[in-house]
């Protein structure tokens, strides 16, 4: 192989691993803004989020299908335009395996919280439930006692 479709194989590598750092730096921002946006109970902008998580995740993960070739080869045999540029490419890679292991942290993280959330709503709801039901019987048994009136039979 010529040494000039050499190096538009490490260029198409370098722009690949730069275009992930990217996307993942914008899925990171996105990530970041969920804790609040749960705690504050604000449904329509988790969902805003997490559809713009989605958007981005689809494209790392398109990707990822085209840095799959470059798996296989061995990185020693690359040959790249610099050594500046192969050493950008390494710490752009190694940059975007440390934002992946936060974002999947943080990921964990507002998952429990909304696991915790959601039975303490439906604690709540359970709570709410035995308290109307049991108005509703004290209720009930009120009326039927106003209902029925004891009267002395005097008739004997």
């Known amino acids: ?73 061995d990185p020693e045999l690359r040959v790249w335009r610099s050594e500046a540029h192969r050493q950008n490419c390494q710490t752009l890679n190694e940059k975007s395996e440390k934002i992946l292991s936060g974002i999947l942290s943080q990921e964990r993280e507002c998952e429990e919280d909304l696991i915790q959330r959601r039975e303490a709503t439906s604690e709540r709801l359970h709570t709410a439930h035995r308290a109307r039901t049991a108005q509703n019987t004290y209720a009930n048994n009120e009326r039927a006692a106003v209902g029925t009136t004891t009267q002395l039979d005097l008739n004997s």
């Open 1 to 73: 192989m010529n040494r000039e479709k050499q190096y538009q194989e490490t260029d198409m590598l370098a722009m690949l691993i730069e275009q992930k750092y990217q996307h993942l730096v914008e899925l990171e921002k996105l990530t970041s803004k969920q804790p609040r946006v749960i705690e504050q109970a604000e449904m329509t902008t988790l969902l805003q989020i997490l559809t713009a998580k989605q958007t981005l995740l689809d494209t790392i993960q398109r990707i990822e299908k085209q840095l799959d070739p470059f798996r296989t080869q």
